[in-house]
């Protein structure tokens, strides 16, 4: 029997590899064969059942799940997709076989030959020409194998790469996404001179000190007399470091297979890098034979930067800067895994044009090109090892098997990425309870690289205040704001608390996102934290035969929204059984990167700019940046005026540095009429950045010049009265459904998982039975009392209508009884005729917001069309809401239509759906839009809160029982 295949390797946990070289930073892309594109495969029940005689293909880099096997993507979040306990994996274990022919180059005679293959789950088997060459582990990182021994230069050789699908690793690769199968990163053949660099260690700090360490091997055996190496940073050389040498050489430390050297310099007036101002400098390693020719070399992007914790601040060059985070998985809709480098620049210019500033890279090693680009865009980035053991998690943690996993996948990642001047912190993994085998694998790091704290969520949680755990940041999950200020004032604080996730951004979600900022911003001890996270992982998917669409689907889909017969796919919507449904569409953005619209509150949260009112004398500007000054950014006044339409005029940013205002005067003659009046500055990027071209919106922080007057309702029109049915309900030619009371939306998925859902169908919101009790005529007045019976009782509802100038006044108010203590909403609703398709309105806008998600959107008159208000979240629910908003109309392209002037500002949604539309379907694609507008005015509305995971609605957000009372003003256009 093959060897490799009786070493049974996906049922033994203590081997981590078999023949894999030891990880390094020294990046060999360049000059590689890739040996991409479609390998000969055959997918196999289990490991050691026999080869058949027919192959199909599969493409490389890329999962099997999603190229036409049977063997389908499944989703599971903390539960392992199958029964055994570790280390065992189940007898079923679908095993990808990839072959094909390498031609290795005849100039690679007398060269060290190398394979990598870049990412693999979750176990590798490697074999040449049918002779075994090593084992990996460890899914998200790549493994080297030496091949010199096993290929030929001017050669063909076959390569197969067996991967086992579940094994002992699999436990420890519990992380929350959809479990596939397959090779998911490039594989290359490269060669070096035998004489290489084995690895380089760049360290450089804010004051222009550069360090570089470099080991040195042969393959061969005994390194060659005088070998040297030099270094070039941006066109000066760096001198090596006798006095390393000769320590090394009188302690006798180096021996001659192994060689270090050390390479220093010192840049003056550095140009030090930060999230805010990349720098980069270009640094070039080179390693010489004695007579001086080049036999290997090795480039570099270096950022000068230093970060510490002092007490109980992050500081990064010195600052304590805030961690605007988010959570990011390598995930694409089509690939399933696999991302490219457009698409990781994408992500990231995406991110950036939104205000983030920090990634986590959830939960293991992300591609290497987003470390890259990190470097080169700005982010501080959270780099986190891959280990989540979430469903055995104690049992695994202090288990002597999985030691060597621990220590090997942290110390892996640590040589891997460490010279990326955007990783700050180094993360043991997730979910994976605390134990021994976590403080081996801390005690690796923080002896190999103390340049950067380390944290673990899981060593933290015990006590925030410890000081002797895994983790130097207490990095909490989902815990409510006032429990991260009280103990940031309790005095018992003893290290930075930065929640490593928090926002859950599941479905129409992040309430209180501004009130977190609000409290870190006004907390010393309070710095920031992830939002959960990036991406709703959305798999396109054919509806007909339940197919992943898979590369090529291009084109598939816009805005968010898979294309007809098409549709994200979730957890059970691929026949899996066990499966955690739509948990895994819980980003901040689409499937497809199009943002929600979270992203526009977070990009106002996070604004660089800031306004603040000072009465008559003008208005104050803030720099709330760290590192950078304004003129990076250009800006325009504008002036929003409830009755008078929109001013502008050109603005001149002061020049401030960080944490510096200045006072500006009022850039308008604020007219003595035109009612409330609100400031923006809209702000833009002057020139092309590396993220956003020009013109960029990067903000647009306002501040409110005069309050509205009180409202007066209109004068009633004498001898008219409003025309009624025999139910009490409004007759008008322009609705097709007459207001009635509301007191349920479809549910978010914060209200499902939260409970809330399960209580408003108990007390029987989703159908309250309406009955009218009275309709009397007085006074040009039409009074309807009606009453709405659920299970808790009755819900008394009046509606006052009166004739008034062009259209009705409508007074309406709701008393709810005790028993109803938390619903979802007190207003109207109503539905109009077809045809009205555009909606224009004065109020916050024009993005989607509620009133615990409304710290963004700034006041003013916005218009959107009616079917792009509703926001197309993967399974239906509640949506297309605008807080504030003063007045509406909603308008034929004739210019016939009606507008509606409210009390004071309200909650408002026109869509095309009824609430009950939403909830009797599972995905977007099944919806089918009205032709006329639901339209919701509510008095009240329950804030998003994020119980899906983490905190509910907070209880200023919640709708209290008792009287609701609203009134509006319904006229034709
Ligand atoms: C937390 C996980 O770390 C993350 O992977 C994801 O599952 C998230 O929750 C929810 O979407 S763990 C949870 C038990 C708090």
Redesign the pocket.
Known sequence: MDPLLALRPWQAPEVTSWGRLPMNAVDRRAGALKLDGDWRFQLLPTPHAPLADVWSSAYVPGVWTMQGTDDLPQYT??RMPFAEFPPASPPADPTGVYEREVDVPAEWAGRRIVLQVGAAESVLLVHVDGRPVGVSKDSRLAAEFDLSAVVSPGERAVVRLTVVKWSDASHIED??QWWHGGITRSVLLYATDPLHLADVTVRAGRYGDLRVDCRVRDAGGALPEGWYVSGELAGHLLTQDTEFDRANAEDDRVSDFLGEARLLTTVADVRTWNAETPELYDLTVRLHRADGTVADASHHRVGFRDVEIDGRDLLVNGERVFIRGVNRHDFHPLTGRTVSYDDLRGDLALLKRFGFNAIRT??YPNDPTLYDLADELGFYVVDEADIESHDHAHEIADDPRYLNAFVDRVARMVLRDKNHPSIIIWSLG??SDYGANHDAAAGWVRRHDPTRPLQYEGAAKLDWAATDDASDIACP??APIEDCVAHALSGRQTRPLIQC?YS?A?GNSNGTLADHWAAIESTPGLQGGFI??FWDHGILQHVNDGRPVGRGGAGLYDNGVAAPGHRWAYGGDFGETIHDGA?IA?GVVFPDRTPKPVMSEHREIAAPVRLECLRHEGVVVGNHQHFRGLDWLAAEWRLSLADGGTLTAPAELPDLRPGETAAVPLPFELPEDGGEAWLTLHVTTADDEPWAPRGTVVCVPQVRLRAAAPPSPPPPVRNRFVEVDGDGLLVHPLLTSAPTLSLWRAPTDNDELGGMAVNWRAWGLDALERKVVDVRRTDGRVTVAAEYAGETGVVRHTQVFTAVEGGIHIEESAELPDALTDVARVGSVFETVPGLDLMEWYGQGPWESYPDRAFGPPVGHHSVPVDELFTPYLRPQESGGRHGVRRFTLSAPDATGLTVALDEPRQVSVTRYRAEDLTSVAHHDELVPRSGCVVHLDAAHRGLGTAS?GPDTSPPYLVAPGIHRWSWTLRAL
Request: aromatic content about 16%; charged content about 30%; some cysteine.
């Open positions: 979040n903390v992380q929350d959830s939960h997730n979910e999950m989902y996730e859950h599941m959960w996270e948990f819980d995971c």
